[in-house]
């Protein structure tokens, strides 16, 4: 379209002095005009560096919107120096150096502008400028959508950037615009960007979304408030604050964002007054670095489609939530670090995959009045230095109620937890804590359950209803100076065989005096019979070392496990009567690494070892405890370590045998548990290491890989026993064995039919070694009585002899 008329029409204090000329050019036009002269332009496009200087108005025709062209070669389109009326003007600029328009001076009114442009910034408004800009719309994939610079401030009102290169809003150099109903979309920067000291921005029911930015940033000092404000879809966080930057968010929507939907750092300042985050890919706010603080009031946040914490907070920051929901997340507050405080009034933390609330490293927690529901694990203290608070708060429906480990020592105060699937209270691993008025109910495992000797201490607290007992006091609790301290606490004792309305106080004044012999659950509190009862059987006496490595040798091959089993015995045997004689004994770790297929005797092997050990001297009772992965590994944080040192603990003074144990370590592990276990079991391994012999089994290859992933494991285990697959006369001789057991014989020709036999079946992943050998005498003799059973008078020679036809078919 080529270039137009420019009708001008002149305005005086007099009508008769009004006065219309047309002019060729918008330069002309513009010289021409005297403030309060309306300037309509002709459709057309005008190659014109344009420079308003006066308040005059320059308007496109009515009802032609977007028909008047401002497209200089370069330099700046369209400057305004004065409190103009700039209306319908479509504005094009090519220049990277220079923005498309550029507000100087004055309070001009920038009404319904096209800025299509590849400039430095769509829109530019700087030093003393305060103009009002309606309805503008900003597309610019070179630059910034609008600048706000150098103390320049003014309103942008329904104004929108479609595109820009850059930030979608840059706000900076003391600067301070507001923006009310304003749109900022596909921005290759942060949608709002508002930068150094004395900048700062106020929006009001504003929307930013689909930028590959943060949606909102905030840095070196400035400051910010959002008042219904929507923020979503972005590639990157939601809202970023860095370096003593204040934001305020009222009334706000934070969602779909893929990383954090918050994150403020070094002394960043942010309050959020009823405001929702929901559907974040990492934490919904991430608060970090000493001074660093966030008060929220009446908040959501929710739904969390990544695996991260939904409130984060370290390295000495601190977060305020008050009247606040935290729900549909993994983990709902994780406070790390010494200096770390996070401090919760009168909020609603649920439906959480792990744990509620986690504090570690030296952080603090404080809960007011809160409630836990429907969470893997209430709160866990994880270690030492880590404290704070809970008064009046309740804990419902968890896995684990709370959980207090590693020299961690919070207080709780008249805090309630129901129903849990397991503990209500748990201090394990030098774990302390105090308990005052504190109440369990409905537990499905204990009310309060200590173990290690920790010190806790229990003031009027009380259990009802758990399905294990009230209280579990295991290791220490009758040592001088060890357990726990245990004052007025009461307990329906509805564990076991006693009465549910039996009540039972505990009351210690002497809390180095034991308390085991007073605790309910832990002292019998049934009536005495009205009859004499008759004295217990005499237990068994233990069998020596040497009627148990008789049994050992008895077993059908195995030369090389014999062997090493007897070289260990022989250094444990020889090293006790070192010490009986005063003399230095080598150290022999017991611990054992088992490899070889199933079937191969590993689980009869691990039983005899503890016995002799138990012969020995070496081990309290000798007795074998055998668990695999799905009797250790829960599915949530802080059930696997309790299901750990459950079995660690039923395995004391014997034998704790791992089947399978490269299962705790899947190659594709990613969050799974299993390392939990492991951690766990390490560091029992080590503060009890003369209480339990652990021995780990499974194939060769996979417990090679289990070692090499698990350093901390493989330096605990003293030697790896392979056990070879059964060669055929082996199996053989164990099904002659289990004959001769169940008094059969073999037939004439029957060793050789089973030797074809064991030769002939395959040997895959799926070969049972000496089970299999046991499977195929039962399938003999199964298929002998249904022989046997067709004769009116069997002979005993019918009876007992297996024949080579009873043998069952190849696999």
């Known amino acids: 379209m080529a270039q137009g008329t420019v009708q001008v029409t002149h305005t005086g204090t007099s009508r008769w002095r009004r006065r219309t000329g047309e002019y060729a050019s918008l330069a002309a036009a513009l010289e021409a005009a005297a403030d309060g002269d309306v300037l309509t332009v002709a459709p057309g496009t005008y190659r014109e560096n344009l420079v308003v200087q006066r308040a005059v108005t320059l308007r496109g025709p009515e009802g032609s919107p977007g028909s008047v062209r401002i497209a200089p070669v370069d330099g700046v389109p369209l400057t305004v120096r004065a409190s103009a009326v700039v209306q319908d003007l479509h504005v094009e600029g090519q220049d990277s150096a220079a923005p498309a328009l550029l507000v100087e001076e004055g309070t001009p009114e920038l009404l319904d502008l096209r800025i299509v442009t590849r400039s430095a910034a769509g829109i530019e408004v700087r030093g003393g400028a305060r103009p009002t800009v309606r309805r503008c719309t900003v597309d610019n994939p070179a630059g910034v959508g609008i600048a706000v610079l150098d103390g320049g401030g003014g309103v942008f009102e329904e104004c929108e950037v479609v595109a820009s290169g850059q930030s979608g809003i840059a706000v900076r150099g003391g ?206 203290f994880r270690d030492h230095g880590s404290g704070g608070t809970l008064s009046g708060c309740t804990v419902d429906g968890t896995q684990t109620g709370v959980i207090v480990t590693k020299g961690a020592d919070p207080t709780f105060e008249r805090c309630t937890v129901d129903s849990p699937a397991e503990a209500g209270f748990y201090v394990s691993a030098g774990g302390r804590g105090s308990f005052h008025n504190c109440r369990v109910t409905g537990s499905g495992g204990y009310g309060f359950h200590v173990i290690d000797g920790c010190r806790a201490t229990l003031k009027k607290c009380r259990t009802e209803r758990c399905a294990r007992g009230g209280y579990e006091f ?104 070192r010490q009986q004689a005063g003399l230095k004994a080598a150290s022999a770790r017991r611990h054992l690494v088992f490899t070889g297929s199933p079937g191969t005797g590993k689980t009869t092997v691990a039983r005899l070892y503890g016995e002799i050990l138990a012969s020995l001297g070496v081990l309290e009772k000798g007795h074998l405890v055998e668990v695999s992965r799905v009797d250790l590994v829960g599915e949530h944080i802080g059930s696997t370590a309790i299901r750990t040192q459950e079995a660690f603990d039923r395995a004391r003074g014997g034998v704790l045998f791992i089947d399978e144990a490269y299962a705790l370590s899947p190659e594709d592990s990613g969050r799974d548990f ?116 067709q004769l009116d008078e069997p002979s005993t020679d019918d009876l007992t002899l297996l024949y080579p036809e009873d043998l069952p078919e190849l696999p």
């Not at 929710?302 to 695996?307: A, I, K, M, N």
């Not at 004439?748 to 299999?772: Q, S, V």
């Open 175 to 380: 600067a301070h615009p507001r923006l009310e109903r304003c749109r900022v979309r596909h921005a290759s920067g942060a949608g709002l960007s508002v930068t150094g000291e004395n900048s700062s921005l106020e929006a009001v029911g504003c929307e930013v979304y689909e930028v590959k930015g943060s949606g909102v940033q905030i840095t070196a000092r400035a400051a910010a408030h959002l008042t219904d404000c929507d923020v979503h879809r972005t590639t990157s966080d939601g809202v970023t604050l860095d370096t003593d930057a204040v934001l305020t968010l009222a009334d706000c929507r934070i969602h779909d964002i893929p990383e954090n939907a918050v994150d403020l750092r070094s002394r960043s300042v942010l309050t959020l007054t009823r405001t929702t985050v929901r559907q974040f890919g990492r934490n919904g706010l991430s608060v970090w670095d000493p001074g660093t603080r966030v008060d929220a009031n009446q908040c959501e946040i929710f739904d969390s489609t990544g695996d991260y914490p939904a409130v984060w907070v370290s390295d000495g920051a601190t977060a305020v939530l008050e009247s606040c929901r935290v729900h549909d997340v993994p983990d709902a507050l994780f406070v790390l670090d010494r200096g770390s405080r996070v401090d919760v009034v009168d909020s609603d933390l649920s439906q959480v995959r792990n744990t509620a609330v986690s504090v570690s490293d030296g952080a603090t927690a404080q809960l007011d009045d809160c409630r836990i529901r429907d969470a893997a694990t209430g709160a866990w």
């Open 674 to 789: 299993g390392r939990e276990a492991i951690d766990t079991l390490v560091k029992l391994m080590e503060d009890h290491r003369d209480a339990v012999v652990v021995i780990v089994a499974g194939y060769t290859a996979e417990m090679e890989r289990f070692l090499t992933v698990n350093p901390g494991v493989a330096s605990r285990f003293s030697r790896t026993i392979t056990f070879s697959d059964y060669i055929p006369e082996e199996l053989l001789r164990i099904v002659e064995q289990q004959a001769e057991e169940h008094e059969y014989s073999l037939a004439p020709g029957a060793p050789e039919a089973l030797l074809k036999y064991f030769t002939a079946i395959p040997k895959g992943p799926a070969f049972g070694n000496g089970r299999t050998a046991r499977q195929t005498f039962e399938a003999m003799v199964e298929r002998h009585a249904g022989r046997v059973a």
């Open 474 to 577: 295991a290791d220490g609790g009758n040592a001088p100076g060890g357990g726990p301290v245990v004052e007025d606490c009461t307990s329906d004792e509805s564990a076991g065989v006693r009465p549910p309305a039996h009540e039972t106080a505990v009351q210690t004044s002497n809390p180095s005096s034991g308390l085991l012999g007073a605790i309910p659950g832990q002292r019998s509190t049934e009536q005495e019979p009205l009859v004499t009862t008759t004295e217990p059987e005499p237990a068994q006496p233990a069998r020596t070392s040497k009627v148990v490595l008789g049994e050992l040798d008895g077993l059908v091959g195995l030369d090389s496990v014999k062997r090493e089993v007897r070289a260990l015995t022989d250094m444990i045997e020889v090293g006790r009567r």
